[in-house]
């Protein structure tokens, strides 16, 4: 096992998958796929494992294809050590000779920024099939290439191993690297406090490199910083973070009119989350949008979400930044671009917190429902979600944040594993449990299994005497405060 280098923060399941793939003893040519969004380090990783392996790492730029192909051959002139570039003919050519280096162990080759090379020659996954066809099993093939191609384009990268593609059929590593998770993003900037490390989250996300490519590791000192933080940040004109919900859009190759998709992801953001709110925020016909929400989940800008109990579904920006951006900055980009950060922050602050605070901490609660707390969702857990339930006494609906389900079987009722509510800026009381009690009750009328629900309310602020009294007398209340989140205290 090759091992991880220091400087590589967490990551420990994305580098066992690189470097299992990256050292298969196969006498053949390996085909793997490395994609995520954009700022997630998929460079740095695949750079320190062509580092660690002596590999040949080449990253693509815009350009046409002969240039593209000149720089490909001096870069691997360099790799081998001749004073000259390789002046390949062609791709086949540069592809051909790659393969046929002297090769005594498993050696990397990473094509990053892949898409690029797409664009400027669109033969190129054919060829690449075929050259890795040609040092297969079935021809006995014996080189030890170990081929990785990497990109951000999402939308690309998940045509190349989809339907009739060329490459379908070929890849052993398919590795989709992603922001990381809330716990890990708060060690990441060595943040202790965790309802200031709900609030940096709700802004940068998982993303690693805002914290030191972005804002140049100014990371808040407490949460009393987080004001002046993010106004000499994320606000502040000078930095790199302040026009990344502008770049992220920009980057896509497939939106030709960002005007129309800033405007389908600022009614996202103003909480119009379903195909009809959308396109009546925006004063489109709902048949309109089809095409810009289908563009905006393919480069996985937005996410679409199913209802645990009704077959309806919402969107949901899948970036914090991009949220941030769209509810705080563009209603403010005038005064934002003249300098005014403080006072557009205190004049935005209570926008911040309801438009994007609070949905996004129902969103880390959900998180935390998947991934950290199995021990009290006994049973297996098949699919957490937000979910509604219509009382038919009150023709009202209730709202629930976090419901967990079990796994689904044939010919068995669905087993409700949890109903949740999560509330950022509010005290919680008996109130919030009885409605959970009463969707429970609706949910068991429906058919669902609610035998072993759990009851859990999440909050920012904290439970009163009251709910605090009832949770230790029934152990099937189960009350999260944003240390448990954390993982800071046992959730028992």
């Not at 054919?126 to 050259?131: A, V």
């Not at 998180?367 to 009202?396: C, I, L, M, Q, Y």
């Not at 509010?426 to 609610?450: N, P």
């Amino acid at each position: 096992m090759v091992e991880k280098p220091d400087h590589i923060f967490d990551r420990e399941w994305e580098w066992e998958s690189l470097v299992s793939f990256a050292t298969g003893t196969q006498a053949e040519v390996a085909f793997g796929v490395v994609s995520g969004r954009r700022r997630q380090g998929k460079t740095f990783l695949l750079k320190a494992l062509a580092e660690a392996m002596g590999g040949f790492y080449f990253e693509a730029v815009e350009g046409t294809s002969i240039e593209l192909l000149r720089l490909f051959g001096m870069s691997l002139a360099r790799h081998t050590g001749s004073p000259v570039g390789y002046p390949f003919a062609d791709w086949r050519d540069a592809l051909t000779f790659f393969f046929s280096l002297p090769q005594d162990r498993p050696l990397p080759l990473v094509i990053d920024e892949f898409p690029y090379l797409m664009k400027a020659e669109p033969a190129l996954p054919s060829i690449l099939k075929q050259e890795i066809d040609l040092r297969g099993r079935a021809h006995r093939g014996s080189s030890l290439a170990r081929v990785l191609i990497c990109g951000s384009a999402l939308s690309v990268m998940g045509k190349i191993l989809s339907g009739q593609a060329p490459l379908r059929g070929r890849a052993r590593l398919e590795l989709v690297v992603q922001p990381l998770g809330f716990r890990e993003a708060a060690a990441f900037w060595g943040i202790s406090d965790p309802r200031l490390a709900a609030l940096v989250h709700a802004i940068v996300g998982g993303t690693p490199a805002y914290r030191d490519e972005f804002v140049a590791g100014d990371l808040p000192a407490s949460p009393e910083d987080f004001d002046d933080w993010a106004v000499r940040t994320v606000l502040n004109r000078r930095t790199s973070l302040f026009r990344e919900g502008r770049y992220l859009l920009a980057e896509e190759t497939d939106i030709r009119d960002p005007a129309l998709y800033h405007s389908v992801l600022a009614a996202v953001a103003e909480g119009n989350g379903t195909w009809g709110g959308i396109a009546g925020h925006i004063g489109y016909k709902s048949s309109d949008i089809a095409h810009p929400l289908h563009v905006l989940e393919g480069c996985g800008l937005l996410a679409k979400e199913k209802d645990a109990f009704k077959s309806a579904s919402q969107y949901r920006i899948t970036e914090p930044v991009i949220s941030f951006y769209q509810a705080v900055m563009r209603p403010e980009w005038t005064d934002l671009g003249l300098g005014y950060a403080r006072e557009v922050w205190d004049r935005s602050r209570q926008r911040f917190l309801s438009k994007v605070m609070g949905p996004h901490f129902e969103t880390l609660c959900r998180e935390f429902a998947t991934r950290h707390a199995r021990e009290v969702f006994e049973g297996g857990v098949g699919e957490v979600a937000a979910g509604t339930v219509v009382d038919p006494s009150t023709r009202k609906q209730i709202e629930v944040d976090v419901a967990v389900l079990g796994p689904a079987y044939p010919n068995e009722a669905r087993a409700v594993r949890s109903l949740g509510e999560a509330k950022w800026d509010k005290v919680m009381g008996l109130r919030h449990l009885q409605r959970l009690r009463r969707a429970r009750d609706l949910l068991a009328a429906k058919g669902y299994d609610t035998s072993g629900t759990v009851l859990a309310c999440y909050s920012g602020a904290g439970f009163d005497a009251d709910l605090t009294a009832e949770a230790r007398r029934d152990d099937r209340v189960l009350l999260v405060d944003l240390p448990a989140l954390y993982g800071m205290r046992p959730l028992r």
